[in-house]
């Protein structure tokens, strides 16, 4: 796809550099998010904007289009971002993993254990996410670039109709939406489930039907699309993927700047990122009180019982790395990665709890 995108987009990179040379460095960014407005997405891009305009003195504007007004999924979103009609957009690793296959290693169970862990290796500088940038870029040579990576949504957990899940055993037999996507329908065969591809408009009715009896989810999705009344009552909090989002913006766009504003849109990145980490934290409170309330079933399994997960899941591991185009690379980045954040975290506790 991009072999055909990049001439097209070098030549409008020349006109628009002249234009811009005119224009005296003033720069307007079109984001999009196909998304709304309770949604991280939309957090993290009113922190952007409101960074990159003031702290450019206003030699930068950001203009914010949620939903699918600038375009419907992240093929078509992608398309835009490579030949520059779309500044900057973020995707899940699904909604982009037939062009960037690799960055479906965010997706990979159990690799990294908790909120501070996932967030020290998505931080921008890490050998993660400087292997990932790279092969983005190249892969779409040179057109895209990966900006950072935040969260949309906290920690996908199992969740089904049927009965509480304490450990792998008691997944068998349930059939347990996934999307399209090899990789997640890989793990739930893993574990001993039935993978079925529903679309999620569909997973609804499919729930209340019983076409299928358990999904892949977080709080908040599950009860912003109110699943407990089609009878989604068990959640079991193993937290086996961190919802990672990742922003991409053209390159031709973010190079055509001075080096100055260049860095304020680094930084705007930054700060969206934090949020993105931050609002999933605020807005699960009070989704895990409504489950509750609502007579919803919330486990947390044992050390010992999400070992027993991590362990029945260690196949998808092999079979992405075989699998998957640049499979290899990206899984010894990220888990080399997350051992040095463990390391440091392990060095912090040493120091505040002695």
Sequence with gaps: MFKGLIKASLTAALLAGNAMAVAAQDFTIRATANSNENDEDYDGLVVFKNHVEAASNGAIAVEMFIGTQLCANGTECMQGVADGTIDVYVSTSGGTAGLFPFVQVLDLPYLMADDRVAEGALANGSQFITTMQQMVADTSGGAIRLMTVGNTGGWRNFANTQRRVQGPGDLAGLKIRTVVADLPQELVKALGASPTPISWPELFTSLQTGVVEGSKNGITDIMNMKFPEAGLQYVTLDGHAYMGALWFMNNDKFMSMSPELRRVVVDGFYQLQQATFASPKRKSIQAYEDFVAGGGDLYVPTPDEKA????????????????????????????????????DIAAVYEGDLN
């Excluded at 362990?311 to 997350?338: H, M, R």
Aim: proline share 3%.
């Design 308 to 343: 027993a997960f991590k362990e029945a899941a260690a196949p998808v591991y092999d079979w992405f790395k075989a699998n998957i185009e640049g499979g290899e690379q990206i899984f010894d980045a990220l888990t080399a990665t997350v051992a040095e954040v463990e390391a």
